[in-house]
């Protein structure tokens, strides 16, 4: 695991899962989805059942307050997938067996036109 400096910066490689692979996932239930973006950019257009911890308030006492199953898998989104980087880090260290990223985030899920809600 990168230092505590070192783990937020928004570069390099993390799991990650496709915009595709990830909707037929939500559709099964099984993932547990948290938005890092702006609570604005999260109102604006979200995936249902998303859970918004905008970046800079995301540590271990926040995603703590979801009461999120570490046995799951949960996938971190951000719009270009860069924000999602650290917050992935952070959900590893957290003992979550399957942290991931939504590859190329939000402008991909959009890109495939993969449905959306307002919050």
Known sequence: MPSTRLKWIPFGSVPEIGAIELWRTI?????????????????????????NIPITSFNRETVESLELDKTKPVVVICLTAHRSIPAVRILQEMGFEDARQLQGGMTQWWRQKLPCCKQ
């Open 27 to 51: 559709e099964s239930g099984e993932v547990q989805l948290i938005d890092v973006r702006t609570s604005q950019e999260w109102r604006f257009s979200a995936i249902e059942g998303s859970w």
